[in-house]
């Protein structure tokens, strides 16, 4: 993939998605908030309101390309905060058939149908044809670890 086709596609799950499919009460992070998702440019306010506050964050891809279907953990304190998936579909894929094989509650669509969000979570299903053999469409998922207090 084109650093181009990266940029692209990181402004679009990134600069788009709403806020409220992850919330928590920050007391100021102790890290640098990174510009990028496992190296894809990402816009650091969005990711300052997604990250856990602590003292060290880390990224890891484990060893999937994106091509292939790259799972990227952000983690803080050494726990995962962030989880990003891009899952490669066949042409046609739109993001109802996504929620036919996935059980959430509280779904919100916005933007005409082209994105979606829950409580903890993101959605967006992007054609991006020529890009990988495993598809012509890519789903990408953004999860948040949900704190639950008493």
């Given at each position: 993939?084109?650093?181009?086709t ?5 402004a679009i ?11 928590s009460?920050?007391e100021?992070?102790s890290?640098p908030?990174p510009?990028n ?10 990711l300052q309101?997604?990250l856990d506050?602590?003292?060290k ?8 390309t994106f091509?292939?279907g ?11 905060s962030?989880v990003?998936e ?9 993001l ?5 094989s996935?059980?959430?509650k509280?779904?919100?669509?916005f933007?005409g149908?082209?994105y979606?969000s829950w409580?903890?979570g993101?959605v967006t299903?992007?054609p991006c ?5 495993e598809?012509e ?9 949900v704190?639950?207090t008493?």
């Open positions: 993939m084109t650093s181009s990266r940029r692209a596609l990181a799950l990134l600069c788009t998605l709403p806020l409220t499919a992850c919330t009460v920050k100021g992070l890290y908030v510009d998702i496992c190296g894809i440019p990402a816009d650091k306010e969005i309101e997604l506050d602590g003292d964050l880390e990224q890891n891809t484990g060893h999937f091509e292939e790259q799972i990227c953990h952000t983690y803080v304190d050494g726990n995962d962030v990003s891009g899952d490669w579909e066949k042409s046609g894929y739109t109802r058939d996504y929620f036919e996935y059980d959430v509280g779904i919100r669509y933007k149908g082209k979606a409580n903890f993101v299903v992007i044809p020529g890009v990988s053999d598809g469409v890519v789903a990408v998922q953004g999860d948040c670890k704190a639950v008493s």
